[in-house]
């Protein structure tokens, strides 16, 4: 079993990487700075799914979560079958779910493991997902991609993930 120690260095390797890899390809968080950071009481989850539903039951602990992403928001990660991880973004002054991560992305592969990290930053519009799509992917110009790991990078706008940049891997 693997230690939290292990986990939160392993974790903060991740972020080290990704934010200089993020900086290399002429992207930063800093660019897509928002003005604030929400520091108010959060909004219980509102949804229409039902009771029991696990979704339902770990959204309503996410966003409990201190404000991760874009000033008022929580990125949410949550296993949804097949081996596969799939993301929300959750508004905490509202308590909706406002975006789901395009894709879902692999946890387990041939090897038993996955690149997956979604990289945020609570003052940033900047989302960077690296992994292997679980689903048919869709590149910049609409074209169909083949399925491999690549760094992907997002701006956050008007509740909507608007892919700007993928890198091969």
């Not at 900047?126 to 990078?153: H, M, T, W, Y």
Request: with cysteine; net charge negative; aromatic share 12%.
């Amino acid at each position: 079993m693997v230690s939290n120690i292990s986990c939160r260095r392993w974790f903060w390797l991740g972020l080290f990487f990704i934010s200089c890899f993020a900086h290399a390809a002429g992207f930063r968080f800093e660019d897509y700075k928002v003005a604030e950071i929400f520091r108010g009481e959060h909004h219980e989850v509102v949804t229409q799914d039902e009771p029991g539903d696990n979704w339902v039951e770990d959204r309503k602990e996410a966003i409990k979560q201190p404000v991760d992403f874009a000033g008022h928001y929580v990125v949410y990660t949550n296993g949804c079958g097949g081996g596969a991880i799939c993301g929300e973004i959750l508004d905490v002054e509202t308590g909706e779910v406002v975006a789901s991560f395009p894709n879902a992305y692999y946890i387990l592969g041939d090897d038993g493991k996955a690149p997956f990290t979604a990289v945020h930053k609570p003052d940033s519009r900047l989302l960077i997902v690296i992994g292997v799509a679980a689903d048919p992917e869709v590149g910049l110009k609409g074209e169909s991609l083949p399925s491999k790991n690549r760094q992907r990078f997002y701006e956050f706008s008007n509740n909507e993930l608007r892919l700007v940049k993928v890198i091969e891997k």
